[in-house]
């Protein structure tokens, strides 16, 4: 039995999972999630991109624009980078400790929490597996000082306290904490708004691509809006902590920029294809639409109703000829009743006797439209 349990053993003793497990946290859940999702979609894409046929270009650089955008704007909701700063230190792993250890230590502000790293310079240090990654949540009020008491409680170390401190109090010069949770809290809420509006964007590009473009600069305008806004909610006075005599200087991060990159290309596309709608109307097209070169296509829908209403165009011009044709009849002829008062003539009745009258109606029987096809008949005169 001692040669079944401690085989492939150094010490012959159990297995220690205490040491082999104590890893940090190296890679953010929801961030993964919103990349395979993203990617997901990006490859099926490319796998189908060329069996199209019509429209390449526009299709290709419109879905690659709006992926990017939707990644952009899931990345900044739920990255840590929106304020960042990083540094080398020599301090103490503990408080009241005479030991000096050199490390570096990193601060990761996002939208609702901020991420903490620790990790000893394996250089200088024998026991290089020291490696922390702490994260603290400020969603409510009360969140940060909470989670800065239960870091206390499990005896984190020292340089990750000093700096989650900044941001824990709330009194007098330490008012970081508030400060960037309300930059947070308003910079989530026009992210979602910007989420919106990119679903809205998708919806009509499949739909009526020239109201896509215009949602499409809603949606990069938003963008820019959260950049502006995330920016003039910062703290006044530059956050500059001090850690066993490092100082840390917070610069703003790749979240931002990424945001900012991405709600620029988004607008000026916009403004790109609505300009291109304008200059040559119903030109711009992608096979995202619905019924996409099929007898319901847009384009289809729009010649077809060209050609109607030119067709009801004539059509009227002819009714409006027949009509005043009509009308020159009938008034000719009312005009030539009221002329003579003893009614018109008929030529199926004629009189054998020659008369002014009878010579006056055959040299105007040719314009006449009221011909019978039997000749003047003579008169019977009863005696």
């Keep these: 039995m001692r040669g079944w349990f401690d085989a492939f053993r150094n010490d012959g003793g159990p297995t220690l999972y205490s040491y082999s497990n104590r890893t940090p946290v190296t890679g953010d859940v929801n961030l993964i999630t919103v990349f395979v999702i993203f990617f997901t979609l990006l490859a099926a ?46 301090s103490s792993y503990s408080a009241f400790s005479k030991q000096k250890m050199a490390a570096e230590i990193g601060g990761y502000i996002g939208l609702m929490h901020i991420n903490i790293t620790y990790r000893l310079s394996p250089e200088n240090n024998d026991s290089s597996d020291v490696e922390y990654n702490e994260r603290f949540w400020w969603r409510t009020p009360t969140e940060m000082s909470e989670s800065f008491k239960e870091a206390l409680y499990r005896g984190a170390p020292f340089p990750i306290i000093s700096l989650a401190e900044y941001f824990s109090l709330h009194q007098e010069g330490f008012s970081w904490g508030s400060k960037y949770r309300e930059a947070g809290y308003y910079s989530s809420i026009m992210l979602w708004a910007c989420f919106a509006s990119w679903l809205l964007m998708m919806l009509l590009l499949m739909v009526v691509p020239r109201y896509g473009a215009y949602n499409m600069m809603l949606t990069g305008f938003l963008m820019l809006m959260t950049n502006l806004t995330y920016w003039s909610l910062l703290p006044c006075e530059p956050l500059v902590a001090h850690v066993d005599g490092s100082i840390l200087i917070f610069n703003l991060g790749w979240n931002y920029w990424l945001l900012l990159v991405a709600g620029i290309g988004c607008l000026f596309a916009g403004i790109v294809i609505t300009a291109i709608d304008l200059i040559f109307p119903h030109q711009f097209s992608t096979i995202l639409e619905v019924d996409h070169d099929t007898p319901y296509d847009r384009h289809v829908i729009i010649e077809e109703s060209f050609d109607r209403r030119n067709t009801k165009r004539k059509l009227a011009k002819i009714e409006d000829a027949f009509g005043d044709r009509i009308m020159r009849q009938l008034s000719s002829k009312l005009g030539n009743g009221r002329e003579d008062e003893q009614g018109v003539i008929n030529q199926a009745y004629t009189s054998h006797e020659p008369s002014e009258l009878h010579q006056d109606f055959k040299d105007g029987s040719n314009r006449c439209n009221w011909s019978y096809p039997f000749p003047p008949m003579s008169r019977r005169i009863a005696t």
């Design 45 to 90: 894409f490319l796998i189908i991109f060329p069996g199209i046929r019509k429209e390449k270009l526009a299709t290709f650089l419109t879905v690659i624009l709006s992926l990017v955008v939707g990644t952009a704007i899931l990345v900044a909701q739920y990255g840590s980078t929106w304020h960042t700063t990083s540094s080398n230190i020599v």
